[in-house]
């Protein structure tokens, strides 16, 4: 009996112990304290970028950002449009956390209207900041919340944010005519009918022009004769006519029209801006901070959207999930590197301000070292942990930060196995094409 005393106590303590722990480390990860989170301490050194290779990465953005509109059709199969129905089959939760019913995914797939794939193709264009979701629907579905890492912010009905003045093609509608199933530049969803305008061809010639501005600040309002019509995102497009920007309105019956918006110059600048410490440092100053948002869900960014946005000024288009933004240019596979070696070689080959790093589902922008050190600007929910009886966990983050490879290696319940070291794969610098 002494003996299973004794356990008793020793297992309390313990938990009191890890419980005191955890609560102290909400306040902060410490990694955060040792490496200043104001980009100018970063920014003073950087690489030039050979103004031939942006004009290239330029065009190469303007191409496939009205890609939409030079598309007759969807060229994806029905299957490949329709994977998301599979979620009918699992257990996954609903906005209030108890398990979504069948019938809802059975009302959700003949709303879909998939039988009409690829009839409507009509060319649009949204005309406000709106979410691609992968049913025509703003009901959440998460896998179970009680896991460390499920829950909010994670959405799987969330596919991506999608910025106003984004060019898309309609392949059809939903049965109640709410939703449109639309194809961007860089991904597929459903999008609220009431939050895109159709396109004619004068329109599309109107919009199309050639003399592009991208916006350099991050949510600021834009008004039309004094009525709000958006908080802009760091990286919006804007086509440039007369010394105004363009926008598109909608008519009650989805027609579009031309808006022209005046913005002051300190917003938005001719694309690509030049590739320098100050443009940089402004970029940054933007994006620091910024709350973590799966699917760029309640307008915030995730890892890949930080990255996507932040390179848009320059010219570079990403594709938008962190995988796909290592598929366009120059991949270096560092993963059966040791942890050290991981470090030095990203030392030496990566290009500060213009090298991802890439780990599964997640991506980082590589800033340069600190004493060997290579540092990383990023957008991250968490931290991974393990309780005393080896129980995932995680000691959230969730924001854009400056940080190591050894982030949260100092808390005391880390998971050294899922540390961000141990999981790089590769690095990706983005002046580089595939070869």
């Known amino acids: 009996m002494k003996k299973i005393y004794l356990l008793l106590s020793i297992l309390t303590f313990s938990f009191l112990f890890l419980g005191c722990s955890?609560?102290?480390?909400?306040?902060?990860?410490?990694?955060?304290?040792?490496?200043?989170?104001d980009p100018r301490e970063y920014t003073s050194s950087i690489p030039t970028l050979?103004?031939?290779?942006?004009?290239?990465?330029?065009?190469?953005?303007?191409?496939?950002?009205?890609?939409?509109?030079?598309?007759?059709?969807?060229?994806a199969s029905l299957k490949d449009v329709t994977w998301q129905f599979n979620y009918k089959n699992k257990k996954v939760y609903g906005d209030n956390n108890r398990l979504?019913?069948?019938?809802?995914?059975?009302e959700q797939i003949d709303n879909s209207n998939f039988e009409q794939y690829n009839t409507f193709?009509?060319?649009?264009?949204?005309?406000?900041?709106?979410?691609?979701?992968?049913?025509?629907?703003?009901?959440?579905?998460?896998?179970?919340?009680?896991?460390?890492?499920?829950?909010?912010?994670?959405?799987?009905?969330?596919?991506?944010?999608?910025k106003i003045n984004s060019p898309i093609l309609i392949s059809h509608l939903s049965k109640d005519r709410a939703w449109a199933y639309v194809l961007s530049s860089f991904a597929k969803g459903w999008i609220k009918v009431t939050d895109i305008a159709y396109m004619n061809d004068e329109l599309i010639k109107f919009f199309e022009n050639e003399n592009y501005y991208v916006a350099i600040k991050d949510n600021?309002?834009?008004?039309?004769?004094?009525?709000?019509?958006?908080?802009?995102?760091?990286?919006?497009?804007?086509?440039?006519?007369?010394?105004?920007?363009?926008?598109?309105?909608?008519?009650?019956?989805?027609?579009?029209?031309?808006?022209?918006?005046?913005?002051?110059?300190?917003?938005?600048?001719?694309?690509?801006?030049?590739?320098?410490?100050?443009?940089?440092?402004?970029?940054?100053?933007?994006?620091?901070?910024?709350?973590?948002?799966w699917g760029e869900i309640l307008n915030h960014r995730d890892c890949s959207a930080l990255t996507k946005d932040y390179f848009a000024p320059f010219g570079i288009n990403l594709k938008r999930?962190?995988?796909?933004?290592?598929?366009?240019?120059?991949?270096?596979?560092?993963?059966?590197?040791?942890?050290?070696?991981?470090?030095?070689f990203i030392v030496r080959n990566g290009i500060p301000f213009l090298t991802l790093a890439y780990l599964?589902?997640?991506?980082?922008?590589?800033?340069?070292?600190?004493?060997?050190?290579?540092?990383?600007?990023?957008?991250?929910?968490?931290?991974?942990?393990?309780?005393?009886?080896?129980?995932?966990?995680?000691?959230?983050?969730?924001?854009?930060?400056?940080t190591s490879l050894n982030m949260g290696e100092e808390v005391n319940n880390f998971d050294e196995r899922k540390s961000l070291t141990s999981r790089v794969l590769g690095i990706v610098n983005v002046t580089q094409k595939k070869e």
């Open 22 to 37: 955890s609560k102290q480390l909400d306040t902060e990860v410490n990694d955060l304290k040792i490496y200043k989170q």
């Open 50 to 75: 050979d103004k031939n290779i942006q004009d290239e990465l330029n065009k190469e953005f303007n191409k496939r950002y009205f890609t939409p509109w030079h598309k007759e059709k969807f060229e």
């Open 100 to 106: 979504i019913k069948k019938e809802w995914f059975d």
């Open 121 to 162: 193709l009509k060319k649009a264009i949204t005309v406000k900041n709106t979410n691609l979701r992968l049913f025509p629907s703003n009901s959440k579905i998460f896998y179970n919340p009680s896991i460390a890492g499920e829950g909010f912010p994670f959405d799987y009905n969330q596919n991506s944010g999608i």
């Open 220 to 293: 600021f309002p834009i008004y039309k004769k004094g009525v709000f019509v958006e908080y802009i995102k760091l990286g919006t497009l804007f086509p440039v006519k007369n010394n105004k920007a363009i926008t598109i309105g909608r008519y009650g019956n989805n027609e579009g029209f031309s808006r022209v918006i005046e913005i002051p110059n300190v917003y938005i600048a001719k694309k690509p801006i030049e590739f320098n410490s100050e443009n940089i440092t402004n970029i940054m100053n933007q994006l620091i901070a910024e709350p973590y948002g």
């Open 321 to 344: 999930n962190s995988y796909g933004q290592t598929l366009d240019y120059k991949y270096y596979d560092v993963k059966e590197l040791s942890n050290e070696k991981k470090k030095e």
């Open 360 to 402: 599964k589902g997640h991506i980082m922008l590589y800033i340069g070292e600190k004493n060997g050190e290579p540092l990383f600007f990023h957008n991250v929910w968490g931290v991974k942990t393990k309780s005393f009886f080896g129980k995932e966990g995680r000691k959230i983050v969730g924001k854009a930060v400056i």
